[in-house]
Nanobody, 124 residues
Framework: QVQLVESGGGLVQAGGSLRLSCAASGRTFSTYTMGWFRQAPGKERKFVAAINWSGSRPYYADSVKGRFTISRDNAKNTVYLQMNSLKPEDTAVYYC?????????????????WGQGTQVTVSS
């Protein structure tokens, strides 16, 4: 069992930055690929970024490439999402998740444990 707690969301103006954190419980955190997803009101949850167990391989949705950076600190059982040059369309609830599947980084079905989410609102 893994428990995830996101933090760092908030209200920011377009062009601003936020850093999200996701703290995980459990001794096996360092063995998992971790992902970030987001869900805007009335829309499906979508992939944002993922990072492999060692932190050497990040993956990004096209919509955030060059603006967002995913990283992890296995000593702290924490994964981060640095978000720069934020746009109003980035407004959503952001979730971190543990990937236990083996076929895709991009689909919610590949992820087994989810946090409660943190709200990010970008004003124009």
């Amino acid at each position: 069992q893994v428990q995830l707690v996101e933090s760092g969301g908030g209200l920011v103006q377009a062009g601003g930055s936020l850093r999200l954190s996701c703290a995980a419980s459990g001794r096996t955190f360092s063995t998992y690929t971790m992902g970030w997803f987001r869900q805007a009101p009335g829309k499906e949850r979508k992939f944002v970024a993922a990072i492999n167990w060692s932190g050497s391989r990040p993956y990004y949705a096209d919509s955030v490439k060059g603006r967002f950076t995913i990283s992890r600190d296995n000593a702290k059982n924490t994964v981060y999402l640095q978000m720069n040059s934020l746009k109003p369309e980035d407004t959503a609830v952001y979730y971190c998740a543990v990937r236990q599947g083996s076929s895709s980084y991009y689909h919610t079905s590949e992820y087994s444990y989810w946090g409660q989410g943190t709200q990010v609102t970008v004003s124009s």
